[in-house]
T-cell receptor, first 113, second 116 residues
Framework: AQSVAQPEDQVNVAEGNPLTVKCTYS??????LFWYVQYPNRGLQFLLK??????LVKGSYGFEAEFNKSQTSFHLKKPSALVSDSALYFC???????????FGTGTRLKVLA | SAVISQKPSRDICQRGTSLTIQCQVD?????MFWYRQQPGQSLTLIAT?????????ESGFVIDKFPISRPNLTFSTLTVSNMSPEDSSIYLC?????????????FGPGTRLTVT
C-alpha cells in the first residue's frame, strides 16, 4: 500500500532562516508527490509537485522540494522563512493509476519573528 | 488551475438532521472529490464524483450516509445525513482540472460543520 509520512508534528524556525519540512514515501512504481499548504480557515493550496525529471522542484511562494529516490524522501524547503509562511503543510502521494491522493498527517510550521 | 467555492462556509447543526454542502467550480471538470478533515487530523477521501456516473465511495463511507450528486461538470453536492457529533469536521471538495496531464488537485475553502 502506498503511504507518506511526515515525522514532525511541528517545526519552529526563526524568520530569515532556512526551513525544511520532511516527508518520506512508500510506493510501488514511480511516485507522484505533492506539497500543499493550508492556512487557517482556508482550503488547501497547491505548492508544487514531482512527477518526473529534475530532482529539485520549484513551486509557489519561493518553496522548493528535493526528490531523493534512494532515501524515498521529498522534503519541502525554503531558503529564507517568512512569518507569513506559518501554516499547516501536507505532503501527498497520488495512488498509481488513479487520481486518489494519500495525505500525510501534516506538519505545522511556525516561523518566529 | 480552478477556482472553487463551497456553501455554506460553516454551519452548526443538531444531531439527527442533514446538511447539504454545495461545491461550484469556475470551469468544466470531469473528476470531483469530497474529503473530510477531522479536527487536527489529515484529509480522508470520502468519494470520487464523476459527472454522469454514480459516485465511488471509499472504505468506511456509504451512500446512505453521504449521498452525492453531480448534475453537471461544474457542480456537486455532498449531503451529510442523520448527523452525529462524530461528523463534526471540515468537508472539502477538490477537482483535477488538467486530467491526467497535470496530476494536481485544487481544493475549495471547505465547509466547517459542527454537530451538537
Amino acid at each position: 500500500a502506498q503511504s507518506v509520512a511526515q515525522p514532525e508534528d511541528q517545526v519552529n524556525v526563526a524568520e530569515g532562516n532556512p526551513l525544511t519540512v520532511k516527508c518520506t514515501y512508500s510506493v510501488s512504481g514511480n511516485p507522484y508527490l505533492f506539497w500543499y499548504v493550508q492556512y487557517p480557515n482556508r482550503g488547501l493550496q497547491f505548492l508544487l509537485k514531482y512527477i518526473t525529471g529534475d530532482n529539485l522542484v520549484k513551486g509557489s511562494y519561493g518553496f522548493e522540494a528535493e526528490f531523493n529516490k534512494s532515501q524515498t524522501s521529498f522534503h519541502l524547503k525554503k531558503p529564507s522563512a517568512l512569518v507569513s509562511d506559518s501554516a499547516l503543510y501536507f505532503c501527498a502521494v497520488r495512488d498509481t493509476g488513479t487520481y486518489k491522493y494519500i495525505f500525510g498527517t501534516g506538519t505545522r510550521l511556525k516561523v518566529l519573528a | 488551475s480552478a477556482v472553487i467555492s463551497q456553501k455554506p462556509s460553516r454551519d452548526i447543526c443538531q444531531r439527527g438532521t442533514s446538511l447539504t454542502i454545495q461545491c461550484q467550480v469556475d470551469s468544466q471538470v470531469t473528476m470531483m472529490f469530497w474529503y473530510r478533515q477531522q479536527p487536527g487530523q489529515s484529509l480522508t477521501l470520502i468519494a470520487t464524483a464523476n459527472q454522469g456516473s454514480e459516485a465511488t465511495y471509499e472504505s468506511g463511507f456509504v451512500i446512505d450516509k453521504f449521498p452525492i450528486s453531480r448534475p453537471n461538470l461544474t457542480f456537486s453536492t455532498l449531503t451529510v445525513s442523520n448527523m452525529s457529533p462524530e461528523d463534526s469536521s471540515i468537508y472539502l471538495c477538490s477537482v483535477a482540472p488538467g486530467g491526467d496531464s497535470s496530476y494536481e488537485q485544487y481544493f475549495g475553502p471547505g465547509t466547517r460543520l459542527t454537530v451538537t
